[in-house]
């Protein structure tokens, strides 16, 4: 079994500040991660995915996330937020099957 | 390419009504889930089928809820009869065999039981 943990439900930063949002996870086989990012009243868009290889990864709108699996974490960041960054974040990890587990989602606010 | 088309995008109706959701996954796709998105509960996965064929659907809440798939291109959502608390939005997915391969969302369906 699979699970993902992303604490907080909330996370606000201002316009050019480094974005961090956290998350963790437990799987019984070498996982897979994923983020996605939904807009509102949107469905989710993939940003970046780990699979195997490169451990820092690099997604759409200038994010990444880096694999640690000493960790067991993903985190998302990106360098310098952006107004249109706001939504919300989700992450989530693959077990021996295809079902994707997610977390409950961070929601990202960026104060001008 | 069209992604993954769920229909109707919303709807409202009222306690102990039958609701249909509708997706069409992404042409060539033999996985399909269901998921529900609920503030408190975040992402819930349903059901999902491979090759049209029911895998898992341990995350069917109740005997009103059931899904179908007759075929690659079309898979229904069904709740009968409806309650205030099924009120969600409702998120039909679609990938390729392979854990490492993305799946791809449709828009969803707004759900509101009155």
């Known amino acids: 079994a699979q699970s993902v943990t992303q604490l907080g439900s909330h996370v606000s930063v201002s316009e050019g500040a480094l974005v961090l949002l956290r998350c963790n996870y437990s799987s019984s086989v070498p996982p897979y991660l994923f983020w996605y990012v939904q807009y509102p009243n949107q469905g989710l868009q993939l940003l970046l995915k780990?699979?195997?290889?490169?451990?820092l990864v690099k997604g759409i709108n200038g994010f990444e996330a880096e694999f640690k699996k000493s960790e067991t974490s993903f985190h998302l960041t990106k360098p310098s937020a952006h107004m249109s960054d706001a939504a919300e974040y989700v992450c989530?990890?693959?077990?021996?099957?295809?079902?994707?587990?997610f977390g409950k989602g961070i929601t990202l606010s960026v104060r001008p | 390419d069209a992604g993954v088309i769920q229909s109707p995008r919303h709807e409202v109706t009222e306690m102990g009504q039958e609701v249909t959701l509708r997706c069409k996954p992404i042409s060539g796709h033999d996985y399909l889930f269901w998921y529900r998105q609920t503030m408190m509960r975040g992402l819930e996965l349903l059901i999902y089928?491979?090759?049209?064929?029911?895998?898992?659907d341990s995350g069917m809440p109740e005997d009103r809820f059931s899904a179908k798939m007759p075929n690659a291109s079309f898979s229904t959502l069904k709740i009968q009869p409806s309650e205030p608390r099924d009120s969600a939005v409702y998120f039909c997915?679609?990938?390729?065999?392979?854990?490492?391969?993305?799946?791809?969302f449709g828009e969803g369906s707004w759900l509101t039981v009155v």
């Open positions: 780990y699979t195997t290889g490169a451990t």
């Open positions: 089928f491979n090759n049209n064929v029911p895998i898992d």
């Open positions: 997915a679609s990938s390729l065999t392979g854990r490492m391969n993305t799946i791809y």
């Open positions: 989530a990890v693959t077990g021996a099957n295809s079902k994707l587990t």
